[in-house]
């Protein structure tokens, strides 16, 4: 039998096709200095040098291009990879960074925390207000360097920290995506196993927290801060977890 267009056939054949709805991706980025970023803008490729065209990126309490200034974080790939994957969407990433911070400044109550959500404030300010996604967390290396004993509270600290987040931010269900700390420096080797194995551990113990690999990422000669290239991997690494979680 043959089949004629009418507009009510249409209509019928638009009925049975799903809608995806477009939606706002508040995703947040914290953490100390390999968060912040120590590789080199000018060593980006061409095209990480440009903001995709769905993305908006908050620093320092407002709207930036990636890549503005002269270092980067792991922001840059992870918005270029996270944007291909949601083309749709509008991603909306927040970032606030402490070099050398521990974790105990992170803490509910302490400035770098007050600070965190004041960020978020300032995007959802100019955005409208938006359900979090995700939170991107890179800290660890400081801790790791300190004596034995503030190495041993990492994942204490880090509980308290994704547990408060969540509620302040009325995001209980986000994702929690971090990144385990990987240091070479024989002076620390107790502290760094320590806050290793408690970053491994708590991915068992937190609902939707997750631990991004940052193993063979390429390195500074410091052997602590990752290099242009490894940022740019961890940034990959970031995004390639947040789609397979998020899809």
Known sequence: MRLFWTPL??????????????????IILAGQSNMMGRGKVSEL???????????????QGREHPLAKFAWFGPEVSFAHDVARAFPKDTIILVKQAASGSLIQQWQPGQAL???????VGFAEKAEGEGQVDAILWMQGESDAQSN???????????DTLVT??????QAPDSLFLYGQVNLEHPDYAAGIK???????????????ALMVSTDG?????????YNAIGQMELGKRFAKAYIQHMK
């Open 9 to 26: 056939l249409a209509i019928l054949l638009l009925a049975q096709t799903p809608t995806v709805w477009a939606k706002d991706r508040l």
């Open 45 to 59: 490729p061409a095209t990480y040098k440009t903001t995709p065209a769905n993305v908006k990126y908050f620093y």
């Open 113 to 119: 925390y007050k600070g965190l959500l004041r960020q």
């Open 148 to 158: 034995i004993s503030v190495a041993q509270q990492y994942g204490k600290r880090f």
């Open 164 to 169: 408060h987040l969540r509620e302040d931010l």
């Open 194 to 208: 320590s806050v290793r194995q408690q970053q491994q551990a708590a991915q068992r113990e937190l609902p939707r």
């Open 217 to 225: 990422l390429g390195k500074q000669a410091d052997g602590i801060h």
